[in-house]
């Protein structure tokens, strides 16, 4: 059974005597602003809690102080503590200090929408050529809530910040009317949350006729690493898998996208279970995670969770620089250093492992990766490619930036031996 421990009862978290008095406060005051839920799988099974302040997946999982800034952190303390506040009062200032975090970066709400017969279409982003998002209504949520979340706003419950599909399913017509599409990437917050039934009308669709130019289904998710048993002792387990099995029957791919941060999320006989049991469908599983400071910001890490999960069939897919929204000034990293950390880790793992490109920026005009640091004739550069790009012919062609020590992110750069960037 899971238990999901958040705000209103995380009194009743068996380890809540070991949180200090300051994380209790952090939890309570942060945790008003951003979103925070963790369920007793990961309580009971991924941390350890004699260390738990060092603990990755704490930190991956629970919110911490410094997530906000000590302005905002000190405006949220105060309302939450004086006695006169309303409860519109707390919703009011956290609205206020969410408006100040950046919550849809790279025009996300508005750039990447299509429409059909010409009106919007409710809960999907298509923003390269052949891959369409979908987000299901009743997959905005996840097992657990991950701190450092780009998607942190769609579980805030501001309407304002969330985009998901409606009841008419308008995006069906949008798909079998775009023939260039070839991949569906069905994501949330997290499809595994739906029951078999739920996932399946996003599935099914795609195996009927009409529906020949799609060839990937790709869905992704956590629940490898937050709720395994998704695909072992749920009652719904076996229901899931022959979904799953169904897609190859009828000769289409299943990319099962897990998002695995660290190797500690690996570590449990429950988890490699749930890998046996997807890859036994016929499905792949394909893996990516940002690069987050504080909690796999070592190339070790990486290369101990690229080299498993290629042992356990597992292919690494991207990794990803943490993204300009939320706290992440409490979670990002220099471009250089992250370059270092993808380096040193890929040259510690065999081909196989190699799979794996990054550190890759999710911009606004693509997927821009970080592919070295050279000095041509006495000048310090960045070479950048794009693995993908609004503009397909703009792939994979290099360019410069400026080298910068500390940038973070693409707008920090400035283009070297050239006026502009190519995909400006
Ligand atoms: C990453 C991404 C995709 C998928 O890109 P692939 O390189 O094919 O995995 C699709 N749409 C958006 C908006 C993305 O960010
Ligand atoms: S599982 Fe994914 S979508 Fe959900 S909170 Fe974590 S990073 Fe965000």
Redesign the pocket.
Known sequence: MMTFYSLGNLHKLPQYNKLSEEAKTALKVVGSVL?FRVNNYVTENLIDWDNFEKDPIYRLTFVEREMLSENQFQKMKSIIEDSHSTQRDINETANSIRRELNPHPSGQLTTNIPSFEGKPVPGVQHKYRETVLIFPSQAQQ?????T?????AQ?VGDPELKFSTNREMQFLDYISSHKEVSDVLIT???PMIMQAKGLSQYILPFLEKGMEHIKNIRI???SLT?WPYRFTHDKDSEEVLSLFRLVKKRGKHLSFMA?INHPQEMKTKEFEEAVCKILETGATIRTQSPLIRRINDSSEIWSDMWKKQVKLGMIPYYMFVERDTGPKHFFELPLSQALKIYQEAIRNVSGLARTARGPSMSAYPGKVCVDGVVNVHGKKVFVLSLLQARSPELVKRPFFAEYDGDAKWLTDLRPAFADRFPFE
Do not use: A, L, T, V
Not at 142 to 146: M, T
């Open positions: 979103p996840c097992h657990s809530y991950c450092f979340c780009f998607r942190w579980f949330g917050g997290d992704g998710s956590k937050y998002h």
